[in-house]
C-alpha cells in the first residue's frame, strides 16, 4: 500500500514539473485592419499645359508701327512751292531741344527749314521715286549751301532719302500757324566755323560794323561754330541786307526766321 502510494506521488510530481517548464502562450485576438475606402473621382477637367516661354515672348513682343504724319484739311491748297535738295539728319540733334522749344525726335515725323514759321506743315515729294509725305517744321536748317529741308529720320526713310542722303524734292507749304509773308523774327547765321577762335573773330568783326546788332557766337551739337546776328527790331529787310553784305571765307550766310 505504502510502496503504490509514494508511486502515486512521484507521477504527480514529474506531471506538475513538466507544466511549469513548458508554459503556453496566451492567445490575442487582434482585429483585422480596416478596409481602405476607394478615392472619389475628380469632375474638374485637367488643367491645360502653359505654353512655352517661347511663344509667351513671340505674342507679348510689342509692335512697332509708322510713325504718324500730321493732319490737315481735305480741301487744303499748297500756299507755296519751293525745289531744291533735302537731306535727313539724326544723331547727334536727337533728344536735344529743337528751335521751337520741343525736344527732337528723330523718329516722328518733323523736318527743319531756315525761313518757314515754326509749327508749318508741309508735303515733301520725292522727285525721283514720286514718294510724298506730310512733315511739320519743328527746327532751323539745313545750313548748307543748296539744300532746302532737313527731313528726320522718319520722314527720310519714307521719302526714300535715307539710304542715298541727299534727294531733288518739292516742298509745298500746305498750313502755317501765322502769315508768310508779313511778321517775324529774322536774324543772319554764318557757318559753320571749324574753331571757336574763328567764329569769335567774326563776331567782334561784325560787332564793330553793325553796333545796334545783337551778335552770339556758339557751338552746334556737331562740333562746329556758329555767329547768328539779330538786326534792330527783328525786321526782315535789315537782315536781308546784312546777309547781302556778309562774306565769309570760312562759312556761308543765311537768312534765317527765329519764330
Known amino acids: 500500500m ?38 472619389p473621382q475628380s469632375t474638374t477637367p485637367p488643367a491645360e499645359p502653359l505654353p ?70 508741309v508735303r515733301v515729294t520725292n522727285l525721283s521715286t514720286g514718294q510724298h509725305a506730310l512733315v511739320r517744321i519743328t527746327d532751323r536748317g539745313p ?38 509773308n508779313s511778321g517775324g523774327k529774322w536774324a543772319v547765321q554764318i557757318g559753320g566755323f571749324p574753331h571757336e577762335k574763328t567764329a569769335n573773330k567774326m563776331a567782334d568783326h561784325l560787332r ?4 545796334t546788332a545783337k551778335v552770339l557766337s556758339f557751338p552746334s551739337p556737331a562740333g562746329d561754330w556758329w555767329v547768328r546776328v539779330r538786326v534792330l527790331d527783328d525786321d526782315r529787310e535789315r537782315a536781308q541786307k546784312l546777309a547781302a553784305e556778309t562774306h565769309s571765307p570760312d562759312g556761308a550766310v543765311f537768312l534765317v526766321r527765329l519764330d
Open 2 to 39: 505504502r510502496d503504490s502510494a509514494y508511486v502515486c506521488c512521484a507521477l504527480l510530481g514529474l506531471s506538475l514539473l513538466s507544466s511549469c517548464g513548458h508554459p503556453k502562450q496566451a492567445q490575442v485576438s487582434v482585429p483585422a485592419p480596416p478596409e481602405v475606402a476607394p478615392e
Open 52 to 121: 512655352s516661354t517661347e511663344s509667351t515672348e513671340i505674342k507679348s513682343r510689342p509692335t512697332h508701327s509708322e510713325p504718324s504724319e500730321p493732319v490737315i484739311a481735305a480741301n487744303a491748297r499748297p500756299l507755296q512751292t519751293e525745289i531744291g535738295r533735302a537731306s535727313w539728319y539724326g544723331p547727334p540733334y536727337n533728344k536735344r531741344r529743337g528751335s521751337n522749344g520741343e525736344i527732337y525726335n528723330m523718329h516722328a515725323m518733323t523736318a527743319a527749314h531756315r525761313t518757314l514759321p515754326l509749327g508749318s506743315i
Open 143 to 180: 545750313f548748307i549751301p543748296g539744300r532746302i529741308v532737313d527731313l528726320s529720320l522718319a520722314a527720310a526713310k519714307k521719302l526714300d532719302v535715307y539710304l542715298p542722303g541727299i534727294a531733288e524734292v518739292k516742298l509745298e507749304v500746305m498750313e502755317t500757324p501765322v502769315p508768310l
Open 208 to 211: 564793330r560794323r553793325y553796333g
